[in-house]
């Protein structure tokens, strides 16, 4: 989340027995850089540091096969310039980074972008070929997409197709994602210039509340410390992203959807499974 949990700073030469002491500060450097070149002026200014923290950290497991999911925050305002101090900070000590993978968003328009931004930097600082870094793109490709792509113009170099691939139409798959909203007891959220993809922090308890004829009302997430709703009480239900939609609930039944079906050992590193029962109706 933050540099002070990468206690390992130090990198090996690719191709010397010489050592980098301090490749995270190598990194911060060519940010710096990159926040002063006159060609990318106007493009970013502050980027996400627990984000070029997780960079760092992969880059530095995996030096010869960094290749960095950049829509996390901000393509072109944190994503790419992150992942280009990262490549370049790799590129000194000898490494080659492979490139950038978009999963989100308008994917013609930013491979387009990210390309303009690494041939800047190629010119920029003269690092021969880092204007041919590879793109891949994902997120729901198929040979739709791909016309649609051709048609608009992109740069992108490859395609990560797998859904469409592997599941045929007449059993399509039900999409599903995995968001962490805390860690070590501490609520994280996710913040997304796509108002959807943005989350509600913290461990959460969710109930379905119905109605005195048996459908449902609907469904209430509250902290996993709250008091859970009651049948037959009176309920104030927020919507979580626009103010003005409430509405208060009296519940004939409610039902909790979250099941734990099993929590591990406490003082252990035991993953937590916590499976939702989604009924549909």
Same mark, same amino acid.
């Given at each position: ?23 995270v500060s190598l ?17 970013? /200014?502050?980027?996400n540091q627990s ?59 930013? /491979? ?24 891949? %793109? ?77 459908? %449902? ?26 103010e003005s939609k ?36």
């Amino acid at each position: 989340m933050n540099f002070d949990e990468i206690t390992e700073r130090s990198l090996p030469y690719a191709n010397s027995s010489k050592v980098c002491q301090d490749f995270v500060s190598l990194i911060q450097h060519w940010l710096s850089k990159l926040q002063a070149a006159d060609s990318l002026q106007g493009v970013f /200014s502050e980027t996400n540091q627990s984000e070029l923290a997780a960079f760092t950290s992969y880059a530095m497991a995996l030096p010869t096969e960094f290749l960095a999911l950049v829509d996390t925050y901000d393509v072109m305002r944190s994503g790419i310039p992150n992942f280009c101090a990262v490549a370049l900070a790799l590129h000194e000590v000898g490494y080659k980074a492979k490139g950038i993978r978009l999963d989100s968003g308008d994917l013609a328009y930013f /491979s387009i972008e990210a390309r303009k931004f690494f041939c800047a930097i190629e010119e920029e600082f003269g690092v021969s070929n880092f204007g041919r870094l590879n793109i891949t %793109a994902s997120n729901d490709i198929n040979e739709a997409t791909l016309d649609a792509l051709n048609k608009q113009g992109h740069e992108v170099d490859a395609f990560g197709i797998g859904t469409h691939l592997v599941t045929c139409y007449t059993q399509p798959a039900l999409g599903g994602v995995y968001k962490l909203v805390q860690i070590n007891g501490q609520p994280r959220i996710k913040l997304s210039e796509d108002l959807t993809k943005v989350t509600i922090p913290c461990k959460k308890q969710c109930y379905r509340l119905y109605g005195k004829d048996g459908y %449902a009302l609907v469904d209430l997430m509250i902290g996993e410390n709250e008091p859970p709703p009651k049948a037959g009480e009176r309920i104030l239900c927020r919507h979580p992203f626009t103010e003005s939609k409430r509405a208060y609930v009296i519940p004939r039944r409610v039902e909790q959807l979250y099941k734990c079906f099993w929590a591990g050992k406490s003082g252990d590193n035991t993953v937590f499974l916590l499976w939702t029962y989604m009924h549909i109706r």
